[in-house]
């Protein structure tokens, strides 16, 4: 199937700058895994929780991210999760990682990696925790209002999956947008925010209005003042969660 330009095309031109395997996050993907032998990596991007010692297969429609794959990753299929050119039941587990927000039918994705593998694994926020996120709430609250798509329960209704709460580490390698939870200042880096859909979606003006109300609270102390509990953390729950189902 000929694939148009994607969203990834655009924007993903630095992705692998600042999106890369988190240790702890890749700990709990991996142990959700159990022992499969062959593994289905849909909305693969450019590699990152793709298993070691496992034999995958990544699918990824955008060419921009397919391009930074590393020369020795798992070879990767031009498609999209919601037409899976794969027979029934050929993997042992099918597992995507924070790409089903991107996809036109995620029930329709989901159904398909039901299809294709005996066990789905989904790394995935739930949406409704958006709003408590301090970036959201003090800063970007018109991000929370973004709504319109089967929620993260009706998701996981599909694949029948159990729902496990992913903590996030206070040094999260992975630049997602909420990776950056006690080290507000890196949001101030255009760089940072570019390796994620977020400030795109939101457009402009809406960001730099957002960072500049940001280096403001900083400079005067407004932002510890209001998150002074957040500093003494390690890690948090903001809404992070691991579906697991079997078929
Ligand atoms: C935020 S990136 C996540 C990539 C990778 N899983 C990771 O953890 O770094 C989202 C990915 O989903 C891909 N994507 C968008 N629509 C898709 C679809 N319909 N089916 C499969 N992948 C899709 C994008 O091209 C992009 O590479």
Redesign the pocket.
């Known amino acids: 199937m000929a694939l148009d330009r ?3 095309d655009w924007i ?1 031109g630095t ?1 692998s700058v600042g ?1 890369r395997t988190d240790p702890r996050i890749a700990a709990r993907i991996w142990d959700a895994l159990g022992n499969a032998e062959t593994v289905l ?9 793709e298993p070691p010692g496992r034999d995958v297969v990544a ?4 060419t921009v ?1 397919r391009s930074q794959r590393p020369t020795d990753a798992a070879p990767c299929v031009g ?4 037409h899976l050119p794969f027979a029934d039941k050929s993997f042992d587990v099918a597992m ?4 089903d927000h ?3 039918d995620p029930i329709r ?1 989901f159904q398909e990696m039901k299809r294709v593998a005996r066990r789905v694994v989904v790394f995935q926020w739930d949406e409704r925790w958006l709003a408590r996120y301090w970036l959201v709430r003090d800063y970007v609250p018109e991000f929370a209002r973004v709504g319109g798509r089967p929620s993260l329960a009706q998701r996981a209704a599909v694949i029948g999956a159990r729902l496990e709460t992913v903590p996030i580490p206070w040094n999260c390698v ?1 630049g ?1 947008f909420h990776a950056y939870w006690r080290r507000p200042e890196a949001y101030l880096d255009e760089q940072v925010r570019r390796c ?2 977020v400030w795109g979606r939101l457009g402009r003006n809406l960001e730099a209005r957002a960072v500049a109300a940001l280096a403001a609270d900083l400079v005067t102390f407004v932002w510890h003042d209001r998150n002074s509990d957040l500093l003494e953390l390690s890690e948090i729950d903001l809404g992070a969660r691991l579906l697991v189902g079997e078929s």
Request: hydrophobic share 35%; no cysteine; net charge negative.
């Open positions: 994607t969203l990834y993903g992705y999106r990596n849909v909305g693969a991007g450019t590699g990152s929780y699918v990824e429609p955008s991210m498609a999209v999760a919601e995507a990682v924070l790409t991107h996809w036109s994705g992975d997602f994620t859909s």
